[in-house]
């Protein structure tokens, strides 16, 4: 089993930053892909940036050139630095671990919201 706790959301402003962190409790491999998905009021989950070994990294769209996501295998850190923020960025955003033969690992979330 592995447990995923979010940290670091918040308010901020429109065009402001904020770093997401995620810590797993366990060890974190080389092959799990690691992601942050999020979800707004009304709206369905949505995946907005991955990681795997390499490190490979994929973006939503609508996040490109603004979000970085990273990892610190070491520490069983996962991050977000979230720059240049929108209101329709306004969301929970999880944590999320895909393991080989093991399954998925889901977070509990962190609030993000964005308005002047």
């Known amino acids: 089993q592995v447990q995923l706790v979010e940290s670091g959301g918040g308010l901020a402003q429109p065009g402001g930053s904020l770093r997401l962190s995620c810590a797993a409790s366990g060890r974190i491999f080389n092959d799990d892909r690691m992601a942050w998905y999020r979800q707004a009021p009304g709206k369905e989950r949505e995946l907005v940036a991955s990681?795997?070994?390499?490190?490979?990294?994929t973006y939503a769209d609508s996040v490109k050139g603004r979000f970085i996501i990273s990892k610190e295998d070491d520490w069983n850190l996962l991050y977000l630095q979230m720059n240049s923020l929108k209101p329709e960025d306004t969301a929970v955003y999880y944590c999320?671990?895909?393991?080989?033969?093991?399954?998925?690992?889901w977070g509990r979330g962190t609030l993000v919201t964005v308005s002047a």
């Open positions: 999320h671990l895909w393991r080989r033969s093991v399954g998925n690992f």
């Open positions: 990681i795997t070994s390499g490190p490979v990294t």
